[in-house]
Each structure stands twice: as structure tokens, then as C-alpha cells.
């Protein structure tokens, strides 16, 4: 899995810096599809909109490369978050009273973030892989699995209902906006001067 997501790394940095490489990979997909379908589809029309969203893509890219400091920020906040979730995990053993060794966490996290980046974490199946790997690391099943509970409490339902609550508040806030904008009791009034005779 590890192995699958670094390639996907490379190959993905290799076709954001090289234009050139992306038209090849674009004509080798159209040229597969096209065969596979045998004129079913409007290949100019997947070319021109394939070509305008690579386009965009790419001055994407080069804008972060020309300006590298705007990286900065974010880079420090993601590593921090990464800290973040890693210490949820210590400090879930910990109140437990199992202080679990760092190669152990490590290794859970690494594995479950990789089946999350590549679309394989759905609810249920990632608290069976976590616990299972603690289980395999020599933790006893049933601290495994209250670890495993507790820890997806934190990272994922408790994240869930602060953005659900995060995204309706600010929904709100824009229907707000837009009444108050559209009230035409909030419009300043027009004074009209007397007509003169």
C-alpha cells in the first residue's frame, strides 16, 4: 500500500512539472478509450476540456512554484495536525494505562493514513484494520479495540460534528446576508425634493 501511494507521489510531481508528458499521457488514454469504445463518445470535446483542465492545472503548479515562501504556512499547520493525531493515540493508551511505544503508533497511523489517501477507508473497515494491527503488534485484542473506538471517536466523529456544525452555522450566516441584503427595509430611503411649480 505504502509502495502504491509513493508511486502515486512520483508519478503525479512528474506530470505537474512536465506539461509534455501530460499531452503523451492524454493521448495515450484518448487513443485506449477510443479503441475501446470505437466511436461512441466525442473525442474532440473530452480533448478540449481535458486540455483546458490540464491547462489550468498547471499554471496552478507554477504559481506555487514561483512563489515557494506561500508554502511555508501551510506545511507547518499540516505537520502540525500530523502531531496532533499522533498524540491522540498516545494520550488514548495513556488514559487507559497502557503506554504504548512510539514505533507501534507510527506504524497504525502510516498504515491507516495510506488506505485513507488511496480511497479505501470507509467507516468500519478502518477500525478493523487499526485494531487488528495493534492485535499484530502484540497488544492484547481488547485494549486494541477500545484504543481503536476512543481514538476514531476523536479523529473522525468528534471532526464530523464540529464541520457539520462549522457548515451550517456558516450557512446560516450567508442566508442572513442575502435577506438582509434583498430587505428593502435595510435600503437607505430616498428623500424625493417637492416638485417645483
Known amino acids: 500500500m505504502l509502495f502504491v501511494s509513493v508511486a502515486a507521489l512520483v508519478i503525479v510531481y512528474y ?3 512536465k506539461p509534455k508528458a501530460t499531452q503523451r499521457m492524454l493521448t495515450w488514454l484518448i487513443r485506449i478509450v477510443s479503441f475501446l469504445l470505437r466511436g461512441r463518445w466525442n473525442e474532440a470535446e473530452f480533448r478540449r476540456k481535458a486540455e483546458s483542465t490540464l491547462s489550468m492545472f498547471h499554471e496552478g503548479i507554477e504559481t ?4 515557494r515562501r506561500a508554502l ?3 506545511v507547518v499547520f499540516y505537520t502540525l495536525s500530523l502531531v496532533f493525531d499522533v498524540s ?4 488514548t493508551f495513556a488514559a487507559l494505562g497502557y503506554p504504548v511505544p512510539v ?4 506504524i497504525v497511523y502510516a498504515l491507516t493514513g495510506t488506505l485513507q489517501s488511496i480511497g479505501m477507508s470507509f467507516v468500519g473497515f478502518t477500525e478493523i484494520i487499526m485494531s487488528t494491527s495493534y492485535t499484530v503488534l502484540g497488544i492484547s485484542p481488547a485494549l486494541s479495540f477500545s484504543a481503536t473506538l476512543l481514538t ?10 464540529v464541520a457539520y456544525v462549522a457548515f451550517q452555522w456558516a450557512g446560516v450566516g450567508i442566508l442572513l446576508g442575502k435577506k438582509t441584503a434583498g430587505d428593502p427595509s435595510n435600503e437607505p430611503e430616498k428623500h424625493l425634493s417637492p416638485a417645483i411649480s
Request: aromatic share 14%; no cysteine.
Open 72 to 74: 511555508v504556512q501551510p
Open 152 to 161: 476514531r471517536v476523536v479523529t473522525l466523529w468528534f471532526k464530523l460534528v
Open 64 to 67: 506555487l512554484g514561483s512563489n
Open 15 to 17: 506530470v505537474s512539472t
Open 103 to 106: 514505533d507501534k503508533v507510527l
Open 88 to 91: 491522540v493515540v498516545f494520550f
